[in-house]
């Protein structure tokens, strides 16, 4: 086994280890998972030296508290560090013992903390991101010890002392931005009036969002075609149930469904809409090529 | 129609090649899939199958022509067999227990003994991989036991539960939350997490095309 280099003390709200996500495995119904903000999960990786792919700990809200079982460096990113003041997604080190606890961020859902040298973590189909809702895999619990991988990355030499990432690359969660929206497969079936309504309000993001979907509240619309055979989904998909309230699916959602999508968001924004709390508010636009 | 292509979004194409989830279209998926998997356009990165569609995802900027694409796999639709005969003949034990059992027996105006004699006399076959990890959707549900799934889906649903939702019939091969009417529940393993952590297709009990049949029992042997 690996060297143990930290502990997860207090789970908080929740920590698990993810990466970039598995590919090819939806045909059996395994979803993509992976990082919900993607972009933060790679600078987090970047900072310290890793590939983008390496396992970094996705820490939702607050309450988490870790601690360093040797030296080690590590970046974290993403709604601990949306401070809107630049220059705060930074390394640092943590000496041998040292414990950081994630305190109520200001904005945004999702942390993510990299460790110089990587973690490492069991795999399902080639990933280290759980599916608990599919039987593989759970949650870090309070108390786990992680460890180093094996052969690790060689990580950045020794003598960098504090990296830090362009600030205009740095987001801050309080001010998302209009998301853009291509027309998805059932986009005929919606009126006209319909898309008007979805693309002239802005929607409320519902306490009932997950990994698997991320629901709005707002005025419900109506669609033609209630149910259809059932089809794969994208992450991303933005689907239109009977009550009108659209899902926007995530990277743990279901392979497949049967409700019709109005559209698309734009891949390059799946990560900043992941990062918008229940009850902050959104709109869409058309996107266009 | 034969075949026809939807952009989705900017680096994805939905391939709908039918308009009715049927042995036909089954078919048409699987032959459309062998083709993919053999001949991939490049960048591709997976292809998934729907009941009726299938769902290509390319790298940024790499989709292909959508009119190239189309005049290919015309051709592989045009010569794909009406029907495909069945893969592997499976039989799982069934204690036909579930709390939905009742459920389901009123709203087909039948008895609990004729539901599971109904459930239990039926060669099923897998249609579609999806929702879940080894989720399988099985075809040839008697008309009389199609039920419409819970309004509200239940939070947990025990693994190996067996399940009515509309017109399929499925077993949960985890512990998920989901809406389907449970009528009973059996004991064959249909996920392996250990051929998971390994990353095997053998992780899945049921393949695309499996033949299953429920054989109704007391209690499970071991």
Redesign the interface.
Known sequence: MGEPILEIVDAGFGVALQDLGR?????????PGGALDRHAARLANQLVGNLPDAPVLEILYHGACVQARRRIEVALTGAAVSTGRPGDWHTFWLSDGEALAIAPPRAGVWSYMAVSGGLAG?????SVSA?P????GSVLESGTVLERPVHPFVPLPPAIGRRWIDPTEQRDYLYPPAFRV????QWQLFSEATRGAFFGQSWTVSSRSDRTGYRLDGGPMSCAAEVI??????P?SIQVPPDGRPIITMRDG???GGYPKIG?L??AQLSWLAQCRPGQRIRFVVAS? | MLLRIDTFGPDALLVRYASKGDAAAFSRGQALLTHVDSHPPAGLIEATLGFTTMLLEFETGQCPDRALLEVMLEGVVREAPAEVGPGRSLELPVVYDGPDLKRVAEIAGLSVGQVIELHSSTEYRVRLLGFSPGFAYLDGLDQRLHTPKLATPRPQVPAGSVAIGGEHTAVYPAATPGGWNLIGRTDTPLLDVARAVVGSREAFGLRLGDAVRFVPVDRFHS
């Not at chain 1, 069991?122 to 080639?126: A, E, I, K, V």
């Not at chain 1, 291509?182 to 497969?185: A, L, T």
């Not at chain 1, 055979?229 to 994208?234: C, F, Q, R």
């Open positions: 590919r090819g495995w939806k045909r059996f119904g395994v979803p069991t795999r399902w189909f080639g599916f809702r599919g039987g593989l291509w027309p998805g497969p055979p059932s089809e794969p989904v994208l991303g279901p392979t497949v698309l734009d891949s090529t």
